[in-house]
């Protein structure tokens, strides 16, 4: 199964904040390397990178890498014609871009993940780096 995933970077006051049902993204403003890979699915990305729980990622980032200033990447996804949109599968491509590129700053997915034999994932627009993933198992 081939997803999609265009990234755009989401600007202060943009409505891709308000968006759920997608992937969004936090990359270095100067290296474009990606720190962290999220999921919004029942909650806004606004929401989600707002909340408590993501202080102690700024705090870390700041800390151990000294970055003040990222980038928050919106990732809309694009299923083949005919395939629906589910959880799993926002969960399934959120896992595998972390197994593959090793985000610091994400935790889970990082050692072993749960496979979709026949993912194809391809990234696109403001992503910059690897842009292909296939989940093989």
């Avoid at 909340?51 to 700041?62: E, V």
């Amino acid at each position: 199964m081939l997803v999609n995933v265009k990234w755009e970077v989401i600007a202060e006051r943009d409505w891709r904040w308000d968006m759920c049902r997608c992937l969004y993204s936090y990359v270095d403003a100067d290296t474009r390397e990606v720190l962290y890979v999220g999921k919004a699915e029942h909650q806004s990305v606004r929401q989600r990178m707002y909340g408590r729980h993501k202080q102690g990622i700024y705090d870390w980032f700041f800390d151990e890498y000294g970055i003040g200033d990222f980038i928050v990447l919106f990732g809309d996804l694009h299923m083949e014609e005919g395939r629906r949109f589910s959880s799993a599968l926002l969960s399934d491509v959120e896992s595998l871009l972390i197994s593959e590129l090793q985000p610091p700053a994400n935790i889970c997915c990082k050692r072993s993940r749960i496979s979709r034999p026949g993912l194809h994932v391809k990234c696109f627009g403001s992503w910059r780096g690897r842009r292909t993933f296939r989940d093989h198992e």
